[in-house]
């Protein structure tokens, strides 16, 4: 990766407060640990740092250039200043991606966009070099980190993009460009931020303007309406509702993976057997086969590229302990993917007891109270004990629709830990599920 100054101060509309034109810059980064002789620095600020403190730091370690937002005393050869740092590191990256002309497929939806991105590069693999996103690096600070480590080798791309504030999406579709783009689902998640349900489908359609092809979920509430206003050409997945690719004959076995014969077009092209919990795996799996046929895969190599899939951890992970087993979601959590965690709690085999861990979910605003009691009132009665995690989590003990064995509260994950010791037995099936910030998997490393 290479870039002239001049190439840079064009694209981000900055002005160059020292430095010449004809600088040539090896590589550009916002972290100053990991700069190397002749790179440029990006001083963003984030919520809670300034990169304008860490220039310093940059320049000891070999970058030879900064872009800032506040040039004074900035003792850097080259200095380029601009109005937001944040947004001209995505204006960077979208130079670079600019050089390559791969085709990105891009994913957004409420729930399931990892494990989605994750399938979809798995199945393009069986044929491309596949670049993809890193874990769930999706915001405006992930998204151009990956972008500038594409190269002349990859083939084709799949990136994640997530928002939690209006316009997010924009903004990185802007610099990403996708050919194809995917939405999962459209949820209750990140309602602080993005209002209402209605302000989550604005935010998530925003993915489809640059795009070619747009793939929606059949079985989505929201699929008619994203359909309606796609710019795209339009295909759709689903496995309850007719749609351009789908599943029948779906069986679950007892440890909850599924499989199913795959159609396209009402045809059947594959028997597929996922390695991976979760009947909503299977809409997962539908939007990859989407991108497959999209990219002219076989269908034997779609076959293998799902069941060949490694679900990320924590998301639905399965882990057998010493003497019970547990299903960890502690990744993340909102009402849906509550729901699915819970129907699979419910569904999955054991001889002993079910229990349900649930930690707050986080960012639903005024709505959350009512969220949180709806997730109570969802749990079935095969689930016998409940411990709850946070400060809102109380409240969906208070929409129980049946007696447990026993309910608890905690604030803390060591206290959860504290109080499941003493609630769980041999052969027992626990539920982990709550909000990043909870860090349930914390509870597990009393047990390991």
Known sequence: MHFIISEIVEKTGGRLVRGEQNTIINGVSTDSRTLVAGDLFVAIIGKNFDGHDFVSQAKQNGAIGAVVSKASEISFSVVIEVRDTLVAYGEIANLHRNRFDIPIVAITGSNGKTTTKDMVAGVLGQRCSVFKSEKNFNNRIGIPNRLLQLSAQDEIGVLEIGSNQPGEIKHLSSIVKPNVSVITNIGFSH????????????????????????????????????????????????????????????????????????????????????????????????????????AGLSHREIRIGLENFSPPEMRLQWIELDYFNVINDAYNSNPNSARVALDMLSNTYTKGKRIAVLGDMLELGAQAPQLHFEVG????????????????????????????????????????????????????????????????????????
């Open 377 to 448: 009132q969802y749990i079935r009665p095969n689930v016998q004990a409940l411990i709850t995690v946070g400060d809102c989590s109380h409240q969906i003990s208070d929409g129980l629709q049946h007696k447990m064995a026993s309910i608890d509260h905690c604030y803390t994950a060591d206290e959860a830990a504290d109080v499941l010791r003493g609630v769980v037995a041999s052969e027992d099936l626990v539920l982990l599920k709550g909000s990043r910030d909870i860090k349930l998997e914390r509870i597990l490393s009393g047990f390991l």
């Open 191 to 294: 309602l602080e931020f993005l209002g209402s349900i209605e302000g989550v489908f604005r935010e998530k359609i925003s993915i489809l303007k640059h795009a070619d092809l747009a793939i929606l979920n059949a079985d989505d509430s929201y699929a008619g309406g994203l359909r309606r206003e796609s710019p795209a050409e339009v295909v759709t997945f689903g496995y309850k509702n007719s749609a351009d690719v789908s599943a029948r004959n779906v069986c679950i076995d007892n440890h909850g993976k599924p499989k199913f014969h795959l159609q396209f077009d009402n045809q059947d092209v594959e028997e597929i057997h996922l390695p991976c919990a979760g009947a909503h795996n299977i809409s997962n799996a539908l939007a990859a086969a989407c991108v497959g046929k999209w």
